[in-house]
């Protein structure tokens, strides 16, 4: 785990903070806006500390106080709209310590709220709005004249008016900018990131790539909305040399991109370009990308030079299968453009990471049959991770979406609120199926995730060394449960569906009756995840355990243990 920057030597007076949201158990990456501005201040004379909390079980008070933030003069917070109240008492500790601290706030959530913060909130000193290289390093350049000018700040003057300084102007010359070569320090650093590469059969140490800045396109729940739609790229050369560089700082053998840009693909000429770059310095890297359907659509004749230079998936914003919720989206395409989008992608052998929204505040159950039919048309019945299944809109600050429904329900939201989704459902039977849908979630989803991964990564195993490991009549067993337990919390969902649709939407109350009985023989899911377990176990001696883990997972253990797995040996 990184603790400080090479220049902690220099006593940084800037501390960069991504505040704590509570712990997650979710693959944790760097925050990559705040390692740029934390690598434009050190490049420009000004070294900072990077603190990343993001995921931290520990109250802001006692994080700030574990790592005394309170000991710099300028604290700088990225904040989302999960993060404003733990900002706020970081905030607070600061400036109870050490009142002459310079507090600011950047990230689209304060620059979608900023004139509220400036007006309630009277621990922060300046609000950092859309990008925030350049405004931030005015303000610690001129730290000490107290200068209320700076483009790109929201302030307070001494008199206590709120001030709205003129925007700063983009960067344009993104190849300009130093690499997010930013350390932070972090409860849990950083997982290292790979990516299976189905082709080769085996897993490759990964990087996440910036290669543009915004989206010119305008969907109504997008926060990259807050910062602003001006697109601006990168050159082939310079995303070349931020891997190169990774590479030898990291001493990783980098060999998948993945592409983090909002849209990789706005101008495929210059993302052949890019990728024909990174193929020319070294012809085993692969890439990854995600993109609108229509833009795909529209260049898939590039798709063909995209795949010989790497490409192997694109993530796809589908969205949804409903018309009414696509244009509420204001997405501009049909349920049509995504299927196709879907089937273009496979006809040329890529996979596709699939962005969905499953429920929105207005989603019917003929929304839902829409999407129902659109995962089993485009083959997503044994996509994983199940993720799709649980997804909601989020009426995030400064989206044209949350002010429509602001003005549907006659309310104005909270600074710091992001309403859940329970509360904003119109419709009763979509209601119950959001209800069950996260008790599933719950209940299931852990158990069902573990068994997969643990039984995938047998069989790939076993395939990649096929000579040591003949098939056996376990193995074939384990692989029909691998695909009886891929499909379980889909068929969950159909059933919820058909109950929904024979009750009006007041079905059973337990919603564990709707649970499906996938797989050789119909076994309960329960009895299902643990004859896979148990399958594990006999073909993996040496991985004890794959029966407990998946019982420590479960809601209850059934009242006998399954005992079917085949004990002649793997």
């Known amino acids: 785990m990184a603790r400080l920057m090479s220049g902690a030597a220099q006593h940084p007076t800037i501390a960069l903070v991504n505040p704590s949201v509570g712990y997650s158990d979710r693959r944790k990456s760097k925050p990559i806006g705040l390692a740029y501005i934390g690598a434009y201040l050190a490049h420009h004379g000004f070294p900072a500390a990077g603190f990343d909390f993001g995921d931290s079980p520990q109250s802001p008070a006692a994080l700030s106080g574990e790592h005394r933030l309170d000991r710099f003069e300028t604290v700088g917070f990225s904040v989302y709209n999960e993060s404003l109240d733990a900002t706020l008492e970081h905030a607070a500790w600061v400036k109870r310590r050490n009142p002459e601290a310079l507090v600011v706030l950047g ?5 979608a709220v900023h004139t509220d913060i400036m007006r309630d909130c009277p621990d ?5 709005r859309r990008e925030g290289e350049k405004p931030m390093l005015d303000l610690v350049r001129h730290r000490h004249e107290h200068r209320l000018d700076i483009p790109g700040t ?5 008199s206590g008016e709120i001030r709205v300084n003129i925007d700063s102007p983009f960067l344009d010359d993104l190849d300009s900018l130093p690499f997010p070569d930013f350390p932070f320090v972090s409860d849990s650093g950083y997982p290292p990131l790979t990516y299976f590469d189905s082709n080769r059969g085996r897993v490759i ?3 996440a790539v910036n290669s543009s800045r915004s989206c010119p396109y305008n969907c109504s729940f997008c926060g990259v909305l807050t910062i602003g739609r001006k697109y601006r790229m990168r050159s082939g050369e310079s995303v070349v040399a931020e891997l190169d560089h990774f590479r030898t700082s990291e001493g990783l053998d980098y060999q998948h991109v993945y592409f983090s840009d909002a849209n990789f693909y706005v101008y495929p000429k210059r993302a052949l370009q890019i990728v024909q770059a990174l193929h020319a310095y070294d012809p085993r890297i692969t890439f990854s990308f995600g993109t ?5 659509i529209k260049h898939q004749d590039f798709i063909p030079d995209l795949k010989e230079c790497g490409l192997r998936f694109v993530e796809l914003g589908i969205e949804s299968a409903s018309p009414d919720v696509l244009k509420r989206l204001s997405k501009g395409v049909d349920p049509s453009d995504n299927l196709a989008a879907v089937k273009l992608l496979e006809r040329h052998g890529l996979g596709v990471s699939l962005d969905f929204i499953m429920i929105d505040p207005e989603t019917t159950l003929a929304d839902l049959r829409a999407n129902q039919k659109f995962l089993k048309t485009g083959g997503f ?4 991770p199940h993720e799709h299944l649980y997804t909601h809109l989020a009426l ?3 989206t044209p979406i949350r002010d429509y429904y602001q003005e549907r329900r006659g309310t104005t939201f909270g600074m710091s609120e992001l309403p859940p989704i329970e509360t904003l459902i119109e419709d009763p039977a979509t209601a119950r199926v959001r209800a069950a849908l996260v008790w599933f979630r719950d209940a299931y989803q852990p158990a069902v995730d573990q068994v997969l991964a643990e039984a995938e990564a047998l069989l790939q195993a076993r395939a990649k060394h096929r000579a040591e490991h003949p098939v056996s009549r376990v193995e074939l067993d384990l692989q029909l449960d691998v695909v009886a337990v891929r499909h379980a919390p889909n068929l969950y969902f159909d059933r919820l569906l058909d109950d929904c649709e024979r009750h009006r939407g007041d079905g059973a109350a337990d919603f564990a009756a709707l649970l499906p009985r996938p797989g050789t023989g119909a076994p309960t899911l329960d009895a299902l995840l643990l004859r896979a377990a148990e399958r594990i176990e006999a073909l993996a001696p040496d991985n004890a355990g794959a029966v407990d883990r998946a019982v420590a997972l479960l809601p209850a253990a059934p009242l006998t243990t399954p005992n079917t797995a085949e004990r002649s040996g793997p």
């Open 205 to 207: 140490p990964a990087l």
């Open 381 to 384: 019945y044994d996509y994983v």
């Open 107 to 111: 990230g689209p959530h304060a620059t």
């Open 154 to 158: 929201t302030v307070r003057t001494p």
């Open 292 to 296: 609108r359907v229509n833009q795909l």
């Open 396 to 398: 995030y600050a400064g």
């Open 124 to 128: 922060i000193d300046a609000v950092v």
